[in-house]
């Protein structure tokens, strides 16, 4: 019976090709502006490492001025300072941990075909590998013994590596940047970030570094970070009184594998910032925090408001299409009374027809999901031209297309029950005295 | 017009009336509410920097290696820079207005005062500064060239003279009538010495174009160096832009073999690219509004041409009885103005309860009132050309139809 009814449902598409034509777009337009806005804002809200999210806590000081805090909203400041990030290292009180800074540094290669170039890095801990899982294509992190040697080490990105050895295993190489050669230990494979979600501070869809080392020898060498950096006070003349101040530019995440060393730790900050505020530091009331992985993002706004507000009008335009197409089925199905009163005199029950025109609904629906889907990959490649930063997170996959097109079919078949409902309460009689 | 018999018309059709009202209402809502959120885009979008932008472009040294010496590099830049066919002006500062990326500090009117009495970016220029902006000095005078000196970022001792724009100095200095002269502190600090404002600028942007401070610079005569890095701006003869970064880039490039050339780009370019969102905003808005209009338009058009098949043999015996053709077309007409604006008195609150979600959620601020009544007029619009097709196919029913029977 479903067959058939599906049968009909088609036929009857194309016995009204205008009407049918008008439902059919305004439920694809319907479809493609919500799904495509819609993609975005799931692509760049959702976890970016589900199975640890909750185990990695972004670490948030308040060592900020007494007379105002570092944001209007209370928050601590969004990166800590050199003390703090070394002091939480040495202490070494996460099950991992890892203090970390953007820089970009002059590469000078050996290869006289390739130019000098611009990389951007990050100078962190080994544990950073650990922490947030890289895939490597060579080697392996350094050690930890190689951040207490301020080791001359270096992991590269793939892309990096291609441009200078070509691609292949270059573990031991040594790589020249302003002057000091770097020896390589590992190699990336590419790796693909929606959401660069370990540095919110500086670009939430900016790609991974092009290359790692260490912190300490990043320090040892001197790199200011390249990336974001607050003072709330004057550092002072020099180097070592910057390292000294209380400017904040490094951002610091731990790893901590259960609720109970989730306590632990944060107990362990407030007695580190009640023993700081013994010597002067740490001027405000005591405000650590230690956020997760999806906190993290939800505090930083990573979802921008321009897309939260195109998902409510996406969402608002498809209500539109559904009235719309609500109108125009019960003017179709309304025009068929006669054929209803034939079949309801030959014996079909209300419910029979109920079936039929609910799928005929349904058909609608589908074809409109189909052309939506269309629409939908359209708007994303729309979406892709007009932000160029979001072009990791404007892609369909399995789930959004079988929602696309679930959704679609469930828009249409609600769009259809009162039209339906109307269509059998037609009575036989009435449309066979003519 | 006799309304009556359209009224109780309606009255047997009521869904379909809700329908069409409610997608009227609904549009009303969207379109006001998306159409203000596009102007404070454009508006945005179309403030002055303050620059000359059309002649404008920055380029980005970085030397590598133990040797490099970045006073020099830059010194001889400039000498090349200035020489260069074209250039009207060249400076090296550490900051641009649209760049998003820069320098600020609070500044105070007393040593000692806790709180800044006002924010600033600063941009660190030498005695070529103000020409290269392109800005315009309305009071004081320029940096002298004896004033520049060569400072990094680890250095303490900020300069003691300084240019500023008007916004700032009305935030600093609001009852005085001319700020030159004047004295300010940075920071806070008990022991801090006093700097001097030598001239006021007319207006020159902060880097940050979303900040709260984006009409507050200050500019301060120093080379700043972030290590081995300088970044130049350059003002060209009107016109002359595009050849003179092609210039310039390769004579920069070949000058010094042991740095890196870099972000040679034009002010238009930095524009379009900082805006780049609000631009992505308002063209994606821009499209909802179209589409939206186009729905409901042909919304009102299937729901008109289905009532006009429906009632063929009422039009026919109305056209028999004496009406005219003119009269049917009012009919429809009327019957279309008065679903419409039904929906538009619904759609009316609808879009201030919509401008009250945005500006509680988002603290957007509160949409204008003429938005809805200009909504009114162009929907009704819309709905009298939408309706005008069917209803001028019903004024063509001959009144013969009367006698028919199906």
């Known amino acids: ?434 | 017009m006799e309304i009556r018999p359209i009224l109780s018309a309606l009255m047997r059709s009521k869904v379909s009336m809700i329908l069409i009202g409610l997608q009227v209402a609904l549009t009303l809502a969207i379109v006001c509410n998306a159409l203000f959120i596009i102007g404070q885009r454009l508006d945005l979008m179309n403030r002055p920097s303050g620059m000359n932008e059309a002649d404008t472009f920055t380029i980005g040294s970085i030397g590598f290696g133990q040797g490099f010496d970045v006073r020099s590099t830059i010194t001889a830049d400039l000498n090349l820079l200035r020489g260069l066919p074209g250039v009207a002006a060249a400076t090296t500062t550490n900051a641009f207005p649209l760049s998003n990326s820069g320098w600020s500090s609070g500044l105070s009117l007393a040593p000692g005062q806790r709180t800044s009495t006002a924010n600033t970016a600063f941009y660190f220029v030498d005695e070529h500064g103000i020409a290269a902006f392109g800005t315009q000095l309305v009071a004081g005078r320029d940096f002298k060239a004896e004033e520049i000196g060569f400072r990094t970022p680890n250095d303490e001792q900020l300069p003691r003279v300084a240019i500023m724009t008007r916004a700032l100095a009305k935030l600093m200095f609001p009852d005085v009538a001319d700020p030159v002269g004047k004295s300010f502190y940075f920071g806070g600090d008990d022991d801090a010495e006093p700097a001097t404002v030598i001239g006021i600028i007319d207006h020159l942007q902060a880097p940050w174009v979303g900040s709260s401070i984006v009409d507050n610079a200050l500019l301060l005569p120093s080379v700043l160096t972030g290590g081995s890095s300088a970044s130049y701006l350059i003002r060209t003869e009107p016109g002359r832009r595009d050849e003179v970064m092609k210039a310039v880039e390769e004579k920069l490039g070949t000058a010094n073999r042991s740095r890196i050339v870099r972000g040679l780009r034009s002010m238009e370019d930095r524009r379009t690219q900082v805006y780049a969102e609000d631009r992505a905003m308002t063209i994606i808005l821009g499209s909802v509004i179209v589409a939206l209009l186009g729905i409901t338009a042909l919304g009102i058009v299937g729901m008109a041409s289905f009532w006009v098949a429906q009632r063929t043999r009422q039009i026919g015996t109305r056209r028999a009885l004496g009406a005219t053709r003119g009269d049917i077309l009012r009919y429809f007409q009327t019957e279309n103005f008065i679903i419409t604006t039904l929906g538009l008195i619904v759609g009316g609150v609808l879009a201030y309860a919509f401008s009250l979600w945005l500006m509680n959620s988002y603290q957007s601020p509160r949409l204008p009132w003429y938005y809805v009544p200009v909504g009114f007029l162009c929907l009704w619009l819309l709905g009298q050309l939408a309706v005008l097709g069917p209803a001028l196919r019903a004024s063509r029913v001959p009144p013969a139809v009367a006698t028919r029977s199906v």
């Open chain 1, 1 to 434: 019976m479903f067959n058939y009814y599906l049968q009909l449902g088609l036929r009857s598409l194309r016995r009204n090709p205008i009407l049918t034509a008008l439902m059919v777009l305004g439920i694809a337009l319907g479809i493609g502006a919500s799904m495509t806005t819609l993609t975005v804002f799931y692509l760049m809200g959702s976890d970016p490492i589900p199975w640890k999210s909750s185990k990695l806590h972004y670490v948030q000081l308040d060592n900020w001025s007494p007379d105002e805090g570092a944001n209007s909203d209370n928050q601590p400041p969004d990166q800590v300072t050199y003390r703090d990030a070394v002091a939480l290292m040495d202490a070494g009180k996460a099950d991992k941990q890892a203090a970390m800074y953007k820089i970009s540094l002059p590469v000078q290669p050996e290869n006289p075909d390739v130019k000098p170039f611009m990389a951007l890095g990050r100078a962190t801990y080994a544990d950073f590998f650990g922490l947030f899982e890289p895939a490597f294509a060579y080697g392996q992190a350094w050690g930890r013994d190689q951040d207490a040697q301020h080791a001359r080490v270096i992991v590269l990105s793939d892309q990096t590596n291609e441009t200078l050895f070509g691609g292949g295993d270059s573990v031991g190489k040594s790589v020249r940047m302003d002057g000091v050669d770097y020896t390589v230990v590992g190699v990336l494979k590419k790796w693909d970030l929606r959401v660069k979600y370990y540095d919110l501070t500086n670009g939430a869809f900016n790609n991974p570094e092009e290359f790692f080392m260490p912190f300490t020898t990043a320090i040892d060498t001197k790199r200011r970070s390249t990336g974001n950096n607050s003072c709330w006070r004057s550092p002072g003349a020099g180097w070592e009184a910057y390292l000294d101040s209380d400017c904040v530019w490094i951002q610091m995440w731990v790893q901590l594998d259960s609720p109970a060393r989730q306590e632990e730790y944060m107990a362990f900050l407030n007695s580190y910032v009640e023993e700081q505020k013994k010597l002067g530091r740490f001027p405000r009331p005591l405000n650590n925090r230690l956020p997760d992985v999806k906190q993290w993002m939800t505090d930083q706004e990573v979802v921008s408001r321009d897309v939260e507000v195109q998902v409510g009008l996406a969402f608002a335009f498809l209500m539109v299409c559904l009235i719309n197409t609500i109108g125009l089925l019960l003017a179709k199905f309304t025009r068929r009374a006669g054929e209803i009163g034939l079949r309801r005199a030959l014996g079909a029950s209300r419910r029979q027809v109920f079936a039929q025109f609910l799928i005929e609904s349904g058909v609608v629906g589908l074809s409109g999901g189909l052309i939506g889907l269309a629409l939908t990959g359209l708007g994303l490649v729309a979406v892709r031209s007009l932000y160029q930063q979001y072009a990791n997170v404007t892609h369909l996959d399995w789930t959004m297309v079988l929602m696309t097109i679930g959704l679609a079919i469930l828009a249409a078949v609600l769009a259809g029950l009162y039209p339906t409902w109307r269509a059998c309460r037609v009575q036989p009689a009435a449309q066979l005295k003519m």
